[in-house]
């Protein structure tokens, strides 16, 4: 199955994709109102919007924010445990939730291994039951994947950092694969590239996904100004492994590419002599 990731409601209608999904909140701060005819997509921890706003920005130990101005971000990240900002995330998954009852978390997590140590979330960790900060910072991010899960009567998807080795999503993120299991019914793992010109590691990651995970997952590939031939050579690989391959942000070249798999499965291939 193929699918796309748009911000444009008029692609997640087009045939040649069997799903679409259809960002209603991005990490630019973007917002708009969901639809009926896509799962409705949202931004969690991700928003440029908020780059201002000091008490809301993940802060590492040495008090530098997790803002897009860094090197290794590319947008700026909240804390997980701002409570208001939390509160309102829900209400927009719940919103979304009432026009399509399927929803997906975009960017759910802590930035990076060293965030974040804001004075909330000092005195949040210094105040639970908790002695180890790791297993803390777990527990913020399985705990509002179990709050959102209550909002959302389908499924529920959630995008995971493309790094299937043991360890690494609960140390970077928080992001804790076997405590969100039970709330989760579809991961989404974006592997993305610029070109696509070898594939190898596309299935290095993807091999790694599917001993990591219990449940199914899909894999995201980059649609954006990607030769179609070497797109559609990712797609091949990742359909071995991804229970659907999505296209990412651009639905024209995606398009593009599904009918050139679809015409090349019509025709078949020969090899040798007959």
Not at 171 to 180: C, E, L
Not at 189 to 210: C, H, N, Q, R
Not at 228 to 245: N, P, W
Request: aromatic content about 12%; proline content about 4%.
């Amino acid at each position: 199955m193929y699918g796309v990731v748009t911000r444009n409601e008029e692609e997640t209608e087009w045939s040649e994709f069997d799903r679409a999904f259809y960002e209603v909140k991005d990490v630019t701060g973007r917002a708009v109102e969901p639809i009926p005819g896509a799962v409705n997509m949202v931004s969690c921890f991700g928003d440029n919007a908020v780059e201002s706003e000091q008490d809301l920005l993940a802060f590492d130990d040495e008090g530098t924010a997790a803002t897009r101005n860094e090197p290794y971000f590319d947008w700026t990240y909240v804390c997980p445990t701002h409570e208001r900002y939390r509160e309102g995330l829900l209400d927009i998954v719940e919103e979304a939730a009432e026009v399509n009852e399927d929803v997906r978390l975009d960017d759910v997590g802590f930035p990076r291994d060293e965030y974040c140590h804001c004075d909330r979330c000092e005195r949040k960790f210094a105040d639970s039951e908790f002695e180890d900060w790791a297993a803390w910072r777990t527990n913020v991010i399985t705990s509002f994947v179990a709050d959102a899960r209550e909002r959302v009567p389908g499924d529920l998807y959630l995008t995971l950092y493309p790094d299937p080795y043991p360890g690494h999503l609960e140390s970077r993120t928080g992001v804790d694969v076997d405590a969100i299991d039970e709330y989760v019914d579809e991961f989404v793992v974006p592997i993305y590239d610029m070109a696509y010109s070898t594939t190898y590691w596309l299935e290095i990651l993807a091999k790694g996904f599917v001993d990591r995970l219990d449940t199914q997952f899909s894999i995201e590939l980059y649609a954006v100004d990607v030769d179609i031939d070497d797109l559609a050579k990712a797609v091949k690989v990742a359909a071995e492994y991804g229970h659907t391959v999505l296209f990412g942000y651009d639905a024209s070249n995606a398009r593009a590419t599904v009918r050139r798999l679809d015409a090349d499965a019509r025709e078949g291939q020969s090899f040798g002599p007959e």
